[in-house]
């Protein structure tokens, strides 16, 4: 169940520890770029004994060797993501969720013609979101 994440880990040349499987895991399975306090909260109910300072430090390990991202999308709040190519993401500007979206870039192209390389792309785009569109259609056919 952990394999996958223990490879990664070791593919790095780091030291495989349970709160950096259970950081992947998380991340891995829930695509909803949460931010440290969501993470540690998620985390904490299956290991009371884990410490906010144990799950940051993790994150910042893991994404010092590019495992992982952070995004800052909602103001100075972090956000963590599983790297897994680079991809876009939508904001719903009603309920906060951000989603993955997989399209390539343009501007992108453009740039690494340009011979520079692109490690990070922070494009997003904000709008509605399918759920909240239909909450909102719902409300309307009963109103
Ligand atoms: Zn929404
Ligand atoms: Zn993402």
Request: hydrophobic share 30%; proline share 3%; glycine share 6%.
């Amino acid at each position: 169940m952990y394999e996958k994440y223990v490879k990664i880990l070791k593919d790095h040349t780091l030291k495989v520890t349970s709160p950096r499987l259970e950081i992947l895991k998380y991340l891995d399975e829930h695509h909803i770029h949460p931010n440290v306090e969501e993470i540690y909260s998620a985390l904490k109910k299956k290991h009371p004994s884990l410490s906010r300072t144990t799950v940051y430090n993790s994150l910042e390990t893991l994404k010092k060797n590019k495992i992982i991202r952070s995004l800052t999308i909602s103001g100075s709040e972090l956000r963590y993501d599983i790297e897994e190519g680079m991809h876009h993401h939508f904001i719903c500007t009603q309920c906060g969720a951000i989603i993955d979206i997989a399209i390539s870039c343009p501007n992108m192209d453009r740039t690494i013609q340009g011979g520079h390389r692109v490690e990070e792309v922070q494009g997003y785009f904000k709008g509605i979101c399918k759920k909240c569109q239909t909450k909102e259609k719902g409300r309307n056919n009963n109103g």
